[in-house]
Each structure stands twice: as C-alpha cells, then as structure tokens.
C-alpha cells in the first residue's frame, strides 16, 4: 500500500487565493463598506478587485469593481471619472 501527498508551497497556495473569485468578492465586500467615508481606500480595493477579475475573467466581479470605483469617485464629486467607470 502506497499513499502519496502532493503539498503545495505557501507561495503558490497564496498566489491561487489571490486569484480566486472568493478573494475579489472580497475585495468588493470591503470597498463596499468603505465607500462612504473613504473614498481613495475603496478606489484601491475595486482597482485591485477589477485587475484580478480582468486577470481570470470574472465579468461580475469586474463589473461590480467598476460600480464601486465610480461610486467613490461619485462621493468625491469627480463625475467625468465617475461616468469613465460606469460605462
């Protein structure tokens, strides 16, 4: 009887979740919650959100990063970038 066990290395386990829809929901649950009162912190979260989701081709996940970048951009009063992130 023979039992084998492939284990990845941490590096590579952390570079797959960074990658996984469930960490760019995430992502967007933060910038979510942020939005109103900090604007520039949300911006940073959908940014990275929608660059991970454009990376495996989550169309909801980039589609929602880019609602929440306009959002904050919306809440600073920037409505020509605001309208760029919702079109």
């Not at 989550?58 to 309208?83: H, P, R, V």
């Amino acid at each position: 009887f023979t039992f084998f066990v492939h284990a990845q290395s941490p590096a590579a386990v952390d570079k797959k979740a960074k990658e996984d829809t469930a960490y760019i929901n995430s992502l967007i649950a933060q910038a979510t919650s942020v939005v109103a009162n900090n604007q520039d912190t949300a911006i940073i979260l959908a940014t990275e959100a929608k660059v991970l989701a454009e990376k495996i081709n989550f169309l909801s996940g980039k589609a929602y990063a880019n609602k929440y970048i306009g959002i904050a951009y919306f809440y600073k009063g920037k409505f020509i970038e605001t309208l760029e992130y919702w079109m």
